[in-house]
């Protein structure tokens, strides 16, 4: 057929392939998608409400920088046809070549759109690996860093993992959807930044800084969108509409579930109430948990994975504390120590019968007594966590002592948040941006008629309300 797959000017094209396999990956990749703003979302509610908007701007710019990157040469390195063991070619560089000929990785789609789908899943990454820096990083320096990233750390490791011509592939090494480039190599990725970037500013903390959640409900909404958009993440991951992607899909949803419920119990017995948050963590826990053997579990080893993964993610929050690096969202817990623990279980868990669904995939794993899958499963995460945290450090050590290119912001800048490096206006009060920088003495900062009048408009409430409290307590209890 070509490189090409064909001359569509000769002939269709599109009966080479099954529409109801390319629907449903197509809608998968927009599934996918709505997932980087909920890792903004989801970042921004757990974030100090004045560093906000900058975790949400940096979600979708990282998603600019991510696709372009991947139009560029990304998918090319990834999946380019003839692959050596480490990288592959740049035979497709800038799409070239890229149209209908089948993907190297999912037969069942053409490479348009398996780039388009697999782009998504770069980008993602991308989403969740800034996370490491923040409230200190320069937006800038952040997006440079992105597109060298995905280039040298991410790329590589998606070539080993999903690449049919990659080592790790070679090796025999089980990968559904993403628990190693996605999850493990963002972990460790974050924890080098947040290594390099250093702690946040605060005298009163004596380790790392802890802070309240700015917005539970930003959490939540995070939380439903990335929940939502994995189900196109595990489920369009087979490559076509099998049994197998409705297997992958019903897992995600058990693991999410489990592990929700896991990590509120957990966090119960701790502090005797409820936690919103912790139910949020441990859905995530679960999500990531799942991701490598969504495909490849029966559904009641999902539950298995969802309750092991959200126990493991929970504890691993305390590794910053030991390592006294700032991971203050604690990217590494989640999606490093979540991944790695999703790989181990795919080593336990995987069924063949599971595996063949699709028709045609047969993986094994302790279930059929395969155990030497177990080690090349700690292959996988080894290489995957060592090469993403010691590539990730040199870039940004790199970048650190390079003009212009300085990775954190001043203390002055830490401490104003978002207007520092934003335009758009403050997710706070003026008095408190003022207090923040250390100017605020208690006055009126901005004696103008408009913020007395609405210091008089205050006081009016407040005396209304005193007003109808007095008001209650004298009117007598119904008999």
Known sequence: MGSFGGDSLTQNLNTNFQEGDMVWVGAA??????????????????????????????????????????????????????????????????????????????????????????????????????????????????MVFIFIWMTIVYCPIAEWTWNPEGWLAW????????????????GAGALAYALVCGKRKDPAAKIIPVYKPGSVLLCVLGTCFLWFGWFGFNGGSTGNASIRSWYAFSNTNIAASVGAMTWLFVDYIRKRKWSTIALCSGAVAGLVGIT??????????????????????????????????????????????????????????????????????????WMNHHYVQLAYQLAAIGATIGWSFVVTFLILLIMKYTPYMSLRTTHEEEMMGDQAQLAEYEMFAEEDLLQAIGTYNGEDPYPDAYVHQKKEAEEEDSTRMENDMHGMQETPSPV
């Open 171 to 186: 090796l025999g090494a089980l990968d559904f959807a993403g628990g190693g480039p996605v999850h493990m190599s963002s």
């Open 29 to 142: 990749s927009a599934l996918v998608w709505i997932m980087i703003p909920g890792i903004g979302f989801f970042y921004a509610g757990l974030s100090r409400k004045k560093h906000a908007i900058s975790l949400i701007f940096s979600s979708l710019a990282v998603c600019g920088v991510g696709f372009f990157q991947w139009f560029f040469w990304g998918y090319s390195l990834v999946f380019s046809h003839e692959a050596g063991r480490f990288l592959g070619k740049l035979d497709n560089f800038s799409m070239m070549k890229v149209l209908a000929a089948p993907s190297s990785a999912a037969p069942a789609v053409p490479d348009v759109l398996f780039m388009l789908f697999q782009g998504m899943f770069a980008c993602t990454t991308a989403a969740l690996v800034v996370g490491g820096a923040h409230e200190r990083a320069r937006l800038g320096p952040m």
């Open 292 to 365: 490598p053997c969504a495909g490849m579990v029966p559904l009641y080893c999902a539950v298995a994975v969802g309750a092991i993964t959200a126990v493991a993610c929970n504890f691993a929050i305390g590794l910053k504390f030991l390592l006294r690096i700032d991971d203050g969202l604690d990217v590494f817990a989640l999606h490093g120590v979540g991944g790695a623990t999703g790989s181990i279980c795919t080593a336990l868990f995987t069924a063949d019968y599971i595996t063949h669904l699709d028709g045609s995939t047969i993986a094994q794993g």
